[in-house]
Each structure stands twice: as structure tokens, then as C-alpha cells.
């Protein structure tokens, strides 16, 4: 399969359900490619990175937008975070000490674990919600978190499987925007989309799944959006924040371990600096002495 790293908007013409669908290739290999995890957690990230796309286009905001699960389990946290721009990072932190088991539903997992929505807008406050682990899957977590916040109905189906993760997500609007006629689009739609395999919603493109589900109804799809892996970090950042720390504490760690490493929280991405490289921190904190 090429890469394909896209989200696409659709909707049935003379109804009220509007959907999305999200389909991640190597955007999503880059995330779970940055740490050793168990297969079955490349899986569950893989989900959690297909969740927060659709989340981020379902709802629009100027921001970044993220979802968190925390627990006392196995699976300490995880968490997925995607911006305006379509950039997707991912980090999961487990219990490395035990085998990670290879089937376990999220509850399992977490044990006493909750997830947490957050929405970060560029503007103005942000809002998080929480959301319990309902049923087995993030998905129905999801599908909760929708009613809950909307009050709306909705159906979201996820899917990873180490190489591609993909999201399918239908919600029907409230009744005032229904255009006249079919009653029954909205369990019809949601039967249909409950025939696909997780393989097609894993390998087959957005315009082939739809036709194949949808055929006959008229459906109206939107320009897709590219996504892509994305974290704001960088060496020049990490080097500020090792700088800051001092060139006292900066001497003491080099002289114990050689050099200093730093991982970032979001990515996972490893930024190393040995004493050559710290030389111009320690000079600029001298001369402030
Ligand atoms: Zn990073």
C-alpha cells in the first residue's frame, strides 16, 4: 500500500448524518517507531492516534487538541495529541518490568483508568473532559464521550495494526438541521458501516470503502486533509532547557554520566549532548556569575 496519511469529511445529501473517515500509513509507523513497544500496544496507539484525528476535525477549533488515558495498571498512560496542522505525535509509558499482555480490553490495562479530552484552543480556556472506560474498546470510550459532550449520537470504529491505523466515525445532527425525508438514514448508515471488516477500514482507500458501504445512497464527500507525524520539539529547545538548568548541575551530570540525554514527553525522540556541546551553556552561565 503507499502512504496514505488523510482525513475526509462526508456526508449523505437529504439527511442529517455526517461522517469521517481517517486512514494513517507511515505518519502512523513514525509514532510507534520511536520507542520498543509490545505489538499489542503499536495496536492501541495506533488507535489512539486514529481517535484524535477524527476528534481534531470534528471539532473545530484554533488549537491542539489531545487524549490521554491514565490508570494504575499495566499501561501507565498513553496519550495522542494532534494541532491545526494535522500533526500527530503519540507516546505510551507501560510497565516495562512484566510482559505486556498480547489481548486486553483498555479496562484491563488500566485498571481504575479513566481518559482524559483536552482542548487547547489557540484563544481563549482550555477544556477538559473526562471521559470513563466504558465497554471494551477506546472506541466506545469515544462514542460515550460524544454523548456526553454533544449529545448527539454518534459511532466511531478504530483500527491499527502496526503498519496502518484507521478511524470511521458517523454522527447524526440534531433533528432541526434534518432535511425532509428519510427516517431511517441513520440506523441504515450505521448497520452498514457495522459490516466493515477491520481489514478493509485498514487497507482500503476512503473513495473505495464509501462506495463499497454506500453505494447507493448519495453521498457527498469533501476534500481530504493531509496528516502527518509532527512534534515541536527540537535540539535547539532541548538545549534551552538544559541550559536553564545551570552550569553547576550541567558540570555535575557530565562529569557523573558523560553526557546528558533527554527524551522528549511527547515523542520519544532521544536529543543527546556531550560537554563540547553544552560548552557555550556552561561559558553563558559563568559569565553570569
Ligand atoms: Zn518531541
Known amino acids: 500500500m503507499n502512504n496514505i496519511n488523510e482525513i475526509q469529511r462526508f456526508s449523505f445529501d437529504n439527511t442529517n448524518v455526517r461522517g469521517e473517515r481517517v486512514l494513517l500509513t507511515d505518519a502512523y509507523q513514525n509514532i510507534i517507531s520511536r520507542k520498543s513497544y509490545p505489538k499489542s500496544l503499536e495496536k492501541l496507539l495506533g488507535e489512539f492516534v486514529a481517535a484524535i484525528a477524527l476528534l481534531r476535525d470534528i471539532v473545530k477549533i484554533d488549537g491542539v487538541l489531545s487524549i490521554q488515558c491514565k490508570g494504575e495498571g499495566q499501561l501507565k498512560t498513553l496519550m495522542a495529541e494532534c494541532d491545526e496542522q494535522q500533526n500527530l505525535r503519540a507516546i505510551a509509558q507501560w510497565d516495562e518490568a512484566q510482559a505486556f499482555p498480547e489481548q486486553a480490553s483498555l479496562k484491563e490495562l488500566l485498571a481504575n483508568g479513566y481518559l482524559v479530552i483536552t482542548i487547547e484552543p489557540r484563544q481563549g480556556n482550555r477544556y477538559q473532559g473526562i471521559v470513563e472506560i466504558v465497554g471494551d474498546s477506546l472506541a466506545q470510550c469515544l462514542e460515550q464521550y460524544f454523548f456526553q459532550s454533544e449529545q448527539l449520537p454518534s459511532r466511531v470504529w478504530l483500527a491499527a495494526d502496526g503498519t496502518q491505523a484507521a478511524g470511521l466515525f458517523l454522527q447524526r445532527l440534531p433533528a432541526e438541521q434534518a432535511k425532509d425525508g428519510d427516517e431511517d438514514a441513520w440506523e441504515r448508515f450505521v448497520h452498514l458501516a457495522t459490516t466493515?471488516?477491520?481489514?478493509?477500514?485498514?487497507?482500503?482507500?476512503?473513495?473505495?470503502?464509501?462506495?463499497?458501504?454506500?453505494?447507493?445512497?448519495?453521498?457527498?464527500?469533501?476534500?481530504?486533509?493531509?496528516?502527518?507525524?509532527?512534534?515541536?520539539?527540537?535540539?535547539?529547545?532541548?538545549?534551552?532547557?538544559?541550559?536553564?538548568?545551570?552550569?553547576?548541575?550541567?558540570?555535575?551530570?557530565?562529569?557523573?554520566?558523560?553526557?546528558?540525554?533527554?527524551?522528549?514527553?511527547?515523542?520519544?525522540?532521544?536529543?543527546?549532548?556531550?560537554?563540547e556541546d553544552l560548552d557555550s551553556a556552561l561559558g553563558d552561565q559563568a559569565q553570569t556569575h
Not at 482500503?204 to 462506495?211: K, P, R
Not at 453505494?215 to 512534534?231: A, I, N, P
Not at 553526557?259 to 532521544?270: G, L, N, P, Y
Open 196 to 275: 466493515v471488516k477491520d481489514e478493509e477500514l485498514l487497507t482500503l482507500d476512503t473513495t473505495e470503502l464509501l462506495h463499497r458501504l454506500y453505494h447507493e445512497e448519495e453521498l457527498r464527500m469533501y476534500d481530504s486533509k493531509t496528516m502527518q507525524f509532527g512534534c515541536s520539539c527540537s535540539r535547539q529547545r532541548t538545549f534551552d532547557a538544559i541550559a536553564s538548568m545551570g552550569a553547576e548541575e550541567i558540570r555535575q551530570i557530565i562529569s557523573e554520566e558523560g553526557s546528558i540525554k533527554a527524551e522528549c514527553q511527547f515523542c520519544a525522540e532521544v536529543y543527546q549532548f556531550n560537554k
